[in-house]
């Protein structure tokens, strides 16, 4: 570990892939860490993991909608990470199940280091790439950057209400809520700066608990399901497929927060494409132990080199991210869940 420094930050949703991974740099780097969760128990897995001692504490707060949950979890920190937001494949009500949960967690976190947090230097909210992937039909070499932003996804959700798939929903969701954290600042001026990070797909090893297979990750489960069989046709190579891995996006948090020129920025971390046929080449190139559960369908060795959409030379050149491999990513996966296979 590295030399103790007296910097504290707090993570909402540490015991979540990325906000795991967010605790563990932290704590490598001697600082403090406190985490908020939804139960103790539910945290004990890190806290044996990180053998953090008094270095690491996790808080419940139940329900990060109201921001009198965060009233004592912001107090006496510098450095804050909302992570902790609502996810649904299969939502009942994009509003209510999605949308509102996820625009009321982020300004009830907001509006608590606000009127409670004074201490506060800066927060880093985890949104999504689906709050910049406007689709561009009419230029499909378009490159995104983070001036974009994704409204169409809620235009489709008050258009089509309960009806709409659920991962419009979600994507409507992560658009939303970025943009009302920007709104609370804009409005509020409160002390503290903004800064958020817009991931694509999450790739890498898996250090929170997962008891079974069925919880995985939803990022981590498209791996999962190269090498459990569940896979049974490669399909082509179609546009948003982006990954980064979960050690560059924890990178990409802390960075966010302690250098000066990041404040008041957005960034995209994306480490480059996949492909399914560039993920299954991957693995029978390093597992081939797992060949025969590899799809038998859909190979073609042109779908092996994808190419991104998404322009990262921001999160390179001011927050200093260097990205790992896809076929590094995918390893390190696999070896993370090895257990489930």
Known sequence: ?????????????VTSYIGAHIAQQLLEKGWYVRGTVR?????????????????????????????????????????????????????????????????NGTVSLLSAVHEHGPSVKRVVVTS??????????????????ESEWNDVAFQAVEKEGKNVSGSVAYIASKNEAERAAWKFVET????????????????????????????????????????SGAKKTLNPHSIFSNYVDVRDVAFAHIQAAVLPEAAGQRFITVGGAFSDN????????????????????????????????????????????????LEKSVVDTIESIKQFI
């Open 39 to 103: 139960s103790q128990a539910k945290a004990q897995w890190l806290h044996d993991t990180f053998k953090g001692g008094d270095r690491f504490e996790t808080v419940e707060v139940k329900d990060i909608q109201k921001k009198e949950s965060f009233t004592e979890a912001v107090k006496g920190v510098d450095y804050v990470f909302h992570v902790a937001s609502p996810f649904f494949t299969n939502p009942k009500d994009p509003y209510e199940d999605l949308i509102y949960p996820a625009i």
């Open 278 to 325: 560039l993920i299954a080449s991957t693995i029978k190139k390093n597992f081939p132990q797992y060949a025969d559960k590899l799809p038998k369908e859909g190979w073609n060795e042109k779908d092996i080199n994808p190419k991104t959409e998404a322009d990262n030379s921001k999160s390179r050149n001011v927050l200093g991210v260097n990205y790992i491999s």
């Open 128 to 145: 999504s790439y689906a709050a910049v992937m406007k689709p561009h039909p009419e230029d499909p070499n378009y490159v995104y950057t």
């Open 188 to 227: 509020t001026k409160p002390k503290y700066e903004l800064s958020v990070i817009n991931p694509v797909y999450v790739f890498g090893p898996a250090i929170h608990h997962v008891a079974k297979a069925e919880d995985i990750n939803t990022s981590v489960a498209i791996i999962y399901s190269f090498v």
């Open 1 to 13: 570990m590295s030399a103790s420094t007296s910097q504290k930050a707090l993570i909402t949703g």
